[in-house]
């Protein structure tokens, strides 16, 4: 099962979810998470373990060959994202712009322009028992997030193809988040409650249903009374795997990188109940 968890916003606390599920489930039976938000990864400051795979992650780019180009501006016309300009003595190609289409490649007359690869980020795997932990990390000054996620995902199937899969996926309802959400059978969206909460988490909801994803809302910082959230989830019908309360205590053991279920037992009481809405294994059947 391939289990994403996403958020309208950032901040709601997903990493925080995303970490202490996986910590728990690892407790008695192996899952592997992943941090999908490559362009601030930081589920692993909650994690630790033994460092297992390295890897450098590459987009192809387009090289201007200028003994060879007839100057046609074809590459100009095929690109659908301005990565390529045909000057009448140069073309200029913005690599961070391109999108590995291929078209200004393989439609040149000339055969001017040949696909090199890029480095654009690090994929980094570790291990600690139960639990595999994986992480890519987006370059300094590389601009897209989605091709370092796909390759992620698909190293992801490679190495784990019967996995317990849960997904820490960017905050937002941008490209990244719909890379990162795809292919998964279920998405747990955490928001808090408050206005900008909520109405995040009603473009979130927009996304998965124009997706066709089953999703499930967990509330973090919940309030006993007046939850405008809790309200929202009522009336259109959707369900509200758990909710976590507004603590200080978790607060502190944030700050400090540490796991919550192990000493806040609201949060053991809410991973409990997302493990049995979704049939997972482990918690406290």
């Not at 996986?22 to 692993?44: C, F, K, M």
């Not at 490649?105 to 639990?131: D, F, H, R, S, W």
Request: net charge negative; aromatic share 6%; with cysteine.
């Amino acid at each position: 099962m391939k289990i994403a968890i996403a958020s309208g916003k950032g901040g709601t606390g997903k990493t925080t979810l995303s970490t202490n599920l996986a910590a728990y489930i690892a407790q008695t039976h192996p899952v592997v998470l992943a941090d999908l938000d490559v362009e601030e990864p930081n589920s692993g400051l909650f994690l630790s373990g033994s460092p297992i795979a390295t890897e450098d992650k590459f987009k192809m780019v387009p090289s201007w060959d200028a003994e060879k180009c007839i100057h046609c501006g074809n590459c100009q016309k095929v690109c659908n994202f301005n990565a390529i300009i045909s000057l009448p003595k140069i073309v200029m190609v913005f690599e961070k712009l391109c999108h590995s289409c291929y078209a200004c490649a393989e439609l040149c007359p000339a055969k001017a322009l040949t696909m090199v690869p890029e480095k654009i980020g690090t994929l980094k795997a570790y291990k600690q028992g139960n639990l595999h932990f994986v992480e890519s990390r987006l370059d300094i000054g590389q601009e897209m997030a989605v091709p370092l996620i796909g390759q992620t995902e698909s190293w992801l199937n490679d190495h784990f193809p019967d996995a317990l899969l849960l997904l820490d996926s960017p905050p937002g309802t941008s490209c990244p988040v719909i890379e990162a959400t795809k292919d998964v059978d279920f998405v747990i969206l955490v928001t808090e409650p408050t206005p900008f909460g909520l109405h995040d988490l009603t473009l979130a909801v927009e996304t998965m249903t124009t997706l066709k994803k089953e999703f499930g809302v967990v509330i973090n910082r919940h309030r006993e009374t007046g939850d405008i959230v809790e309200q929202y989830c009522e009336q259109n019908d959707i369900p509200v795997l758990a909710c976590i309360a507004d603590s200080r205590l978790v607060a502190e053991l944030y700050s400090q990188g540490k796991m919550m279920y192990k000493s806040v037992p609201d949060m053991q009481q809410a991973l409990d109940n997302i493990i049995r809405f979704l049939h997972l294994p482990g918690g406290r059947q």
